[in-house]
């Protein structure tokens, strides 16, 4: 590759077509410009240069986007499709992701950064094996018979079952950090329960989604099911959580717009379902197989630059292997090789854009003022692009602001401990987050005894990072409400209803 190119000449002639392409809004079927006429830039994260501009959507947009919505889930086809022919369409999406693969990882790395070695075997895959996983539920959502002895009418009979119906419109506002994968875990579900849907994609990360709108109709979509919309938060995201027509708002990213989101949607108390951020314990035991562990470990926090919510973020080592753990991982850390994603040999890309570099350099700051040590890292990495050498820092404590707040960036803070019962445990637990946490130990009892005993959503033993369309994921305490993937993840878009008639 061309050092200077940041890896723009690799990319594929139909990825090059699609990007020199007016980038539009998908409502109703039909691609068309932001009412305003407005756009804005999307950046390459290697190099800070324009690489595409995409419809600026705003109020009157999203007031499209939710009346076609609205309009495809009371009177459209979606609703007569039978469930089976709605489990075609979304395997069909699944094939097409995947005969679409390279294109796909070559616009999710060009537009968020992330390696393109990670977008091809992880992003663009597991996103086709969601909507495939999906394609089973549509034809499995079944409600139940129930007997019942109503003490007022003791001589009456009755026949009484449960339906479960799609709730509605769905809003639905994903992050950048996993675009296309973000969009999957979000659409798979919607369109295998019968819902119609309003997604807006990050404005840092817009391409992805584009093109997956495009997989979706192709695949047979009907007109209205899926509208796509590319905006900003609060001129986009806000208008579209709060509109009066959505049924339920499904919502992945920050605690803080979280909490807008539960506001907003109070006003006519939709549904909502969150999956916010982190501050996950990852815990290595005296005990624990160090050449699995400490491998382990760089990757819980290192992978997707750390831009990860459920990122290993505070590691905790018992005290006698503490400084091999700390040594082992931060020689990992200097031997990353850090680089525009494009290039096929980076394992670590730029940060996704000049807001998170900032954010990530404050925090390492801050560490520093308060007295933490980085045994590697600690610093933007050149000066062009939002590259940031991944850190480890020691010498840490629990009042510092990189030990309590979400950095997502390449950050670990490390910490040893002794006692597990009365020290660890609690310690662990000591977050307002609580959406993933993990383990090594090569005694069985010890792990499980701590998987059950942390407050998260996800426990890895000897693992991190492992994620498949069948296990649940999601988070306690400030981390969310509801659970993504897995059969749960259909509760976030089904009512139940109770249907009792006398016999
Ligand atoms: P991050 O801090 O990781 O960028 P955010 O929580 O700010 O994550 O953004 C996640 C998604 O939420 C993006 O699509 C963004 O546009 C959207 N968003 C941001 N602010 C609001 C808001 N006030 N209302 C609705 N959506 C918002």
């Known amino acids: 590759m061309d050092g200077n190119d940041s890896g723009l000449t690799s990319l594929s002639a139909t990825v090059r077509q699609f990007l020199s392409q007016p980038k539009k809004a998908l409502i109703n079927g039909k691609w068309q410009a932001a009412q305003a006429g407005q756009t804005f830039e999307v950046l390459n994260p290697a190099t800070g240069e324009v690489i595409a501009r995409v419809a600026d959507c705003q109020k009157a947009d999203v007031d499209q986007a939710v009346q076609a919505a609205r309009k495809a889930f009371d009177g ?20 097409l992701i995947q005969a679409n ?14 390696p393109i ?20 539920w549509a034809t499995k959502i079944e409600g139940e018979s ?20 799609p709730i509605g419109v769905v809003a ?82 920050s605690t803080e717009v979280g909490k807008l989101i539960v506001r907003a949607a109070a006003n006519d108390l939709k549904k909502v379902t969150l999956e916010l951020g982190g501050k996950s314990p990852n815990i290595i035991l005296n005990d624990a197989d160090l050449d699995i562990a400490i491998p382990g470990a760089a990757s819980a926090i290192f992978f997707n630059h750390g831009q990860t919510c459920c990122a290993g973020s505070r590691l905790f080592v018992q005290d006698k ?10 020689k990992i850390a200097q031997e990353i090789k850090i680089g525009p994603g494009l290039d096929p040999t980076t394992q670590m890309g730029p940060l996704v854009s000049q807001v998170q570099l900032d954010r990530v350099s404050s925090f390492l700051r801050s560490g520093e003022e308060q ?50 019962d009365d020290e660890l445990i609690r310690r662990a637990n000591d977050s307002v987050y609580g959406l993933a946490a993990g383990v090594f130990s090569s005694n069985l009892s010890s792990a499980h005894r701590l998987a059950a005993r942390l407050r998260a959503g996800t426990v890895w033993v000897n693992c991190y990072n492992i994620f498949d369309a069948a296990l649940p994921f999601g988070g306690y305490k400030q981390s969310g409400w509801g659970r993504e993937m897995g059969h749960e993840v259909l509760k976030n878009y089904l009512e139940t209803k109770s249907v009792c008639m006398s016999v």
Not at 117 to 136: H, I, K, N, P
Not at 146 to 165: F, G, M, N, Q, W
Not at 413 to 419: E, G, I, L, Y
Request: charged share 20%; aromatic share 8%.
């Open 76 to 95: 459209g086809p979606w609703r007569r499709m039978s469930p089976a022919d709605r489990g075609k369409i979304l395997w069909k999406i699944g094939d």
């Open 101 to 114: 693969l390279e294109d796909l990882a070559q616009i999710e790395s060009l537009d968020n950064g992330k």
């Open 117 to 136: 070695a990670v977008a091809r075997a992880a992003d663009v895959v597991l996103a086709a094996d969601l909507f495939r996983y999906m394609a089973g």
């Open 146 to 165: 129930i007997s019942l002895s109503v003490p007022y009418t003791p001589d009456a009979e009755y026949h009484a079952y449960t339906r479960k119906e």
């Open 172 to 253: 639905q506002i994903i992050p950048w950090n996993f675009p296309l994968l973000m969009a999957a875990w979000k659409l798979g579900p919607v369109l295998a329960t019968g819902c119609t849907v309003v997604l807006k994609v990050a404005e840092e990360t817009p391409l992805s989604g584009l093109r997956l709108a495009e997989i979706c109709q192709e695949a047979g979509l009907p007109d209205g099911v899926l509208n796509l919309l590319t905006g900003f938060g609060e001129s986009c995201g806000a208008p579209l959580a709060a509109h009066p027509l959505v049924d339920k708002v499904a919502f992945t990213g």
């Open 321 to 330: 292997v503490y400084d091999k753990v700390v040594e082992g991982i931060s």
């Open 371 to 420: 007295g933490a040590r980085a045994t590697c890292g600690g610093k933007r990495n050149g000066d062009k692009g939002y590259f940031v050498q991944p850190t480890v820092l020691v010498d840490t404590h629990e009042q510092m602001r990189v030990y309590q707040e979400e950095i997502f960036g390449p950050v670990l803070v490390a910490m040893p401990f002794k006692d597990v």
